[in-house]
Nanobody
């Protein structure tokens, strides 16, 4: 049974940084592309950053140049380094895993592409 556990959320002032981590167990991690999603109150869950099995990353436009997604296939971990945080980045952040499809370079920011989800970690950015 898949288990994804996020950590690293918290409160920070605008312009600050946070690093989120996701520890994955119960699946063959190296067979999954991964992503970070976020959901703010009253809004739909949206994809923020995604990374393929072979390490290719894509980002939602508003976080490009500020967030960096990375994975360690030997440790079964997924990280999100968030810099220059803004109040509009405040949300619950979720990590998600999607099964190998087409190629090791596949990655996605679509909600429907993901089978497994963590419980989320709260990020609050104050102005």
């Amino acid at each position: 049974q898949a288990n994804l556990q996020e950590s690293g959320g918290g409160s920070v002032q605008s312009g600050g940084s946070l690093r989120l981590s996701c520890k994955v167990s119960g699946i063959t991690y190296s067979n999954y592309y991964m992503a970070w999603f976020r959901q703010a109150p009253g809004k739909q869950r949206e994809g923020v950053a995604t990374i393929s099995i072979d390490g290719i990353a894509d980002y939602e436009y508003s976080v490009k140049e500020r967030f960096i997604i990375s994975r360690d296939n030997s440790e079964n971990t997924l990280d999100l380094q968030m810099n220059a945080l803004k109040p509009e980045d405040s949300a619950i952040y979720y990590c998600a895993a999607g099964p190998l499809w087409r190629s090791a370079s596949y990655r996605s920011l679509r909600l429907s592409d993901y089978d497994h989800w963590g419980q989320g970690t709260q990020v609050n950015v104050s102005s």
